[in-house]
């Protein structure tokens, strides 16, 4: 039972446009959630995080919105530009869990020129 | 060195050999993890490892075995292993305790069974 679901496994955008990608999960229990972003031949990059007591969190291109009654969380990076194609996690812990992560799959952005 | 490091980057290893991963990492957190990556499937939790104690163990087969020798190492001692065995095998650390919990990963190990 997979409890963390990337349902897009890719998504193109042009340059400059928006990027959303989306991510469910089951479990009601969890009350912190990540993205993480993965270039080839690299471990995945730490991007951005919302605890469960919030609905939004922004930094700098990067906005992650939380829907708890929906059990969906969403990315949005503005202005997206050709490095940040790369793939993009979503995760999902409870706190009281040693830090446990449980990822989603993954959906790789490509930016287009 | 800075962040999170393994070696080797690659390792072909045949199902009688003994091998190990290495993980190190340099940013002073107090607990490590270790991940499996396979193709088309999520970063699969194997081994948390807080303050040097073992505390989650995934289900894991015993032909892997990790080793914590001190907060800044992590070994993975493979043994007997599978060709589903191979895929990516990920390290990361964290700073448990101060209501942050992003894990910060290191390059990985891909590793192939043969």
């Known amino acids: 039972d997979q409890q963390v679901k990337q349902n897009s496994p890719s998504l193109s955008v042009q340059e400059g446009r928006i990027s959303i990608l989306n991510c469910d999960y089951t479990?009601?229990?969890?009350?912190?959630f990540l993205w993480y972003k993965k270039y080839p031949a690299e471990g995945p990059t730490f991007l951005i995080s919302?605890?469960?007591?919030?609905d939004k969190n922004e930094d700098g291109r990067f906005t992650v919105f939380l829907n708890k009654s929906a059990k969906h969380l969403s990315l949005h990076i503005v202005s997206s530009q050709p490095g940040d194609s790369a793939v993009y996690f979503c995760?999902?812990?409870?706190?009281?869990?040693?830090?446990?992560?449980?990822f989603g799959q993954g959906t790789i952005l490509t930016v287009h020129p | 060195e800075t962040g999170v490091t393994q070696t080797p980057r690659h390792l072909v290893m045949g199902m009688t050999n003994k091998k190990s991963l290495k993980c190190e990492q340099h940013l002073g957190h107090n607990a490590m993890y270790w991940y499996k990556q396979s193709a088309k499937k999520p970063l699969e939790l194997m081994f948390v490892?807080?303050?040097?104690?073992?505390?989650e163990n995934n289900s894991v087969p015993s032909r892997f075995s990790p080793e914590c020798p001190n907060s800044s190492h992590l070994f993975l001692h493979l043994h007997t292993l599978q060709p589903e065995d191979s895929a990516l095998y990920l390290c990361a650390s964290s700073q448990l305790g101060q209501g942050i919990d992003e894990q910060y990963f290191g390059p990985g190990t891909r590793l192939t069974v043969t």
């Open positions: 919302i605890s469960s007591i919030k």
């Open positions: 490892y807080s303050l040097e104690e073992r505390v």
């Open positions: 995760a999902a812990s409870t706190r009281a869990s040693y830090g446990k992560l449980t």
């Open positions: 479990n009601s229990m969890f009350d912190y």
